[in-house]
């Protein structure tokens, strides 16, 4: 009912920057909090930055002042800015949106199906 697509993920350097988009398709009839996580290898998946329906924003400390996560509602599409990169934020990130599909009184949680995320010289 309700497909995501991630794209821009990639290798960059120490102090470089991605952007990671994150489209929903499908039949939607409201999409409520967006957000992205990241699970590094042996570690548990994390959240990384989430927007509420109303543009509320809440970041994971790790990624304070250098992230910066936004969303366009009429393209149903949430946006990860990642500045400043480092080693440690190497991880497939994940985007998770909470969505209610066409015909249905109820919410559920949508995954995107990851984009891996390498910080390296």
């Known amino acids: 009912q309700v497909q995501l697509v991630e794209s821009g993920g990639g290798l960059v350097q120490p102090g470089g920057s991605l952007r990671l988009s994150c489209a929903a398709s499908?039949?939607?009839?409201?999409?409520?909090?967006m957000g992205w996580y990241r699970q590094a290898p042996g570690k548990q998946r994390e959240l990384v930055a989430v927007?509420?329906?109303?543009?509320?924003?809440n970041y994971a400390d790790s990624v304070k002042g250098r992230f910066t996560i936004s969303r366009d509602n009429a393209k149903n599409t949430v946006y990860l800015e990642m500045n400043s990169l480092k080693p440690e934020d190497t991880a497939v990130y994940y985007c998770?949106?909470?969505?209610?599909?066409?015909?249905?009184?109820?919410?559920?949680?949508?995954w995107g199906q990851g984009t891996q995320v390498t910080v390296s010289s």
């Open positions: 998770n949106l909470e969505a209610r599909p066409l015909g249905s009184a109820s919410r559920n949680y949508y």
């Open positions: 499908g039949r939607i009839a409201s999409i409520n909090a």
């Open positions: 927007i509420t329906g109303g543009g509320s924003t």
